[in-house]
């Protein structure tokens, strides 16, 4: 696989709902098992590319799992199965050499998981674990400005990463996602364990990176999906129950298990 | 106050008085026998001690250079092999195993970790004492790295563990094979444990006198090499310690405050490792 496949545009039409955007990311048919239980129903989606999409529901409900299943980090849990498809730009990413996927599809974990190491290390880590050719200074640089962090830590690169705030530690983990340029940005509740300074911070942050890259965010805060999602999808109980424009699934939705959700009613 | 609560008050004391009283029991053995060591190694403890041979019973002055020298060069040469294995079966256990095939290893490792020593000493005796046709240097360090193996790879195994599968999804997010994320993150991440973990077994063998009585024996003077008898702290203060010799028991006494000093630095440098903490969020 190939970075140079990595940009034509596929057919919006098959997910059957209008999607401004090519489609980049698709989930076809997609089941999923954890030994004999089935988490996930039949998920359908088109994640549309350069906006940002986001996955809410109540916790159990599948979506973080789904979203796990993307850049096939779910295969990191024993005794797990996947049924149907997942596409990246039209190419089956349960048939592509794992390493080289998730160098395209990245990813940013619900609680910030720096590694031990220093502030620069954990930057070019995966520039390295790539076998990354050029100059690592400049890439971490660049990455850590794009995550908005430069300005905090350009004095202190040496030092542990445990030295900085939570949500300097988050940050600092997009910006190691970054750092690898990866195509689709997968965040997993990133904001759950920030207060809202910093919350806010990773929510312009996000603005600021779809014109780059796909995002994808799983959230249990619906006022986050709200402010910075394009499109939402609505989970419970393993199942996508709506999936739509983000001002439809809030305004209008479809469905009554939606409209009970957004409303508080449950959840 | 009701009579109810002044016996809860007395049931208390009595309680922690008893656990006080037991927690000074434990620790002043330690300090008992340090102390007995001193007292009755100190005399025989001099220059001479660390650099000259041993000499018959009734010639004074004469050390045991060669039995320090043999129990470093066995020590060493059963971290060379036993560490390695330990520590390569530990990562598996940790990271790689299946469930039953790693239950068993498991399972396997504890065993041989409870394995009395003097039967590993018999085992060595067997498969490499009988082939060699002799006693040596050798053998002993094949039976103390048996003893090492077990230590070294459920210590490893259980640090490794303790690292946060969030560190590891971290690393195999950004493209990283799992043994690259091993390697470059869940050891590092690890280390000081797993540091303190090989100290403390090597410290543990050193001390092994049972093997020792099968396999590297003794030697009254320098050994010729690896594959000859060779002497060593343990068995000679085994020997000594027997003997009707007054100042060979004295020596015994030195030889073993010498062992236990030595154990005990190693314990103080694995506990040191250790409290600088291991960098892992918690």
Not at chain 1, 69 to 90: A, C, F, K, P, Y
Not at chain 2, 185 to 191: K, L
Request: aromatic residues 8%; charged residues 15%; proline residues 4%.
């Amino acid at each position: 696989m190939t970075m140079g496949t990595a940009k034509v545009p596929s057919p919006s039409s098959a997910a059957g709902k209008p999607v401004t955007q090519p489609g980049k990311l698709k989930a076809v048919n997609l089941n999923f098992y954890y030994g004999n239980y089935k988490a996930l129903h039949d998920i359908s989606l088109e994640v549309p590319a350069n906006r940002i999409t986001a996955l809410i529901g109540p916790s159990g409900c599948g979506k973080s799992t789904f979203l796990r299943t993307l850049n096939r980090i779910s295969e990191t849990i024993h005794n797990t199965r996947v049924e149907g498809q997942v596409l990246l730009d039209d190419e089956n990413v349960l048939t592509v050499d794992v390493t080289a996927l998730r160098r395209r599809v990245g990813m940013v974990f619900q609680k910030s998981n720096p590694f031990p190491k220093s502030i620069f290390d954990n930057v070019a880590y995966g520039l390295k674990v790539n076998g990354f050719r050029g100059s690592l200074k400049d890439a971490v640089e660049r990455s850590l400005q794009r995550a908005a962090l430069w300005d905090e830590v350009k004095d202190k690169l040496q030092k542990s990463a445990y030295a900085l705030s939570g949500g300097q530690q988050q940050r600092l983990c997009i910006a190691r996602a970054l750092a690898v340029d990866p195509e689709v940005l997968l965040l997993d509740e990133p904001c759950s364990a920030l207060d809202p300074i910093a919350t806010a911070k990773i929510e312009d942050l996000l603005f600021t990176l779809k014109d780059q890259c796909t995002i994808v965010i799983v959230t249990h805060n619906m006022q986050q999906a709200a402010r910075v999602a394009d499109r939402t999808g609505f989970f419970l109980l393993g199942k996508l129950i709506e999936y739509n424009t983000t001002e439809i699934i809030f305004k209008t939705p479809t469905k009554q298990e939606t409209e009970d959700y957004i409303t508080g009613r449950f959840g | 106050m009701t009579l109810r609560d002044r016996w809860r008050k007395i049931v208390n004391f009595v309680m922690l008085s008893l656990t006080g009283v037991c927690a000074v029991v434990a620790v002043s053995m330690l300090f008992l026998i340090l102390g007995y060591l001193v007292y009755n190694g100190w005399k025989s403890l001099d220059w001479n001690f660390f650099t000259k041979l041993p000499l018959a019973p009734g010639e004074t002055g004469g050390g045991m250079a060669n039995a320090i020298v043999g129990s470093v060069d066995i020590v060493a040469l059963a971290t060379l092999f036993g560490l390695p294995v330990g520590f390569m079966a530990g990562v598996y256990l940790a990271e790689f195993g299946g469930k039953t095939f790693s239950g068993l290893v498991r399972y396997t490792a504890d065993l041989l970790n409870g394995v009395p020593s003097i039967v590993i000493g018999i085992f060595a005796w067997t498969v490499v004492v009988r082939p060699m046709h002799g006693f040596s240097a050798l053998a002993g360090a094949f039976a103390l790295g048996l003893i090492l193996i077990p230590i070294t790879a459920r210590s490893t195994e259980q640090f490794m563990v303790s690292v946060p599968q969030t560190l590891r999804e971290g690393a195999l997010a950004l493209g990283a094979s799992k043994w690259k994320s091993i390697a470059t993150v869940v050891v590092p991440a690890a280390y000081r444990g797993i540091a303190t973990g090989m100290i403390l077994g090597v410290a543990r063998i050193a001390g092994e006198t049972a093997p020792l009585l099968f396999t590297s024996l003794n030697n009254q003077f320098w050994s010729n090499g690896l594959t000859q008898e060779t002497a060593s702290l343990p068995y000679m203060i085994f020997i000594r310690a027997i003997s009707p010799y007054d100042d060979w028991r004295r020596s015994a006494w030195a030889a073993g405050m010498v062992l236990l000093v030595g154990v005990l630095l190693a314990n103080i440098a694995a506990r040191l490792i250790l409290s600088r903490g291991i960098e892992v969020q918690k």
